[in-house]
């Protein structure tokens, strides 16, 4: 089995910064692509950032500039340091990794952790 487990959010003012982790654990034989999704209220879920095994980012749009995504391969950890954070950022930021386990390759998701920006 394999789990990921966020951490790191919380409620912050705008113009403030948060960094969130995602630790993934279990029979993990290798990790590939590394991604930040987030989903507010009444809006589907959307990417917020990528990262490969390689160290090659993509973000949105909307976070380009002020969130940068990274990941310590040794700790099978993901981060996102969000920066000049904007009421709009409010949302669950679910962590989602392409994990080779024991067993097969999947994609897994963390449980999601709250992001609050007051204005």
């Known amino acids: 089995q394999v789990q990921l487990v966020e951490s790191g959010g919380g409620l912050v003012q705008a113009g403030g910064s948060l960094r969130l982790s995602c630790a993934a654990s279990g029979s993990i034989i290798g990790i590939n692509n590394m991604a930040w999704y987030r989903q507010a209220p009444g809006k589907q879920r959307e990417l917020v950032a990528v990262?490969?095994?390689?160290?090659?980012?993509k973000y949105a749009d909307s976070v380009k500039g002020r969130f940068t995504i990274s990941r310590d391969n040794a700790k099978n950890t993901a981060f996102l340091q969000m920066n000049i954070l904007k009421p709009e950022d409010t949302a669950v930021y679910y962590c989602?990794?392409?994990?080779?386990?024991?067993?097969?390759?999947?994609?897994?998701w963390g449980q999601g952790t709250q992001v609050t920006v007051s204005s």
């Open positions: 990262i490969t095994s390689g160290g090659s980012t």
């Open positions: 989602n990794a392409d994990i080779t386990t024991t067993r097969f390759r999947d994609g897994y």
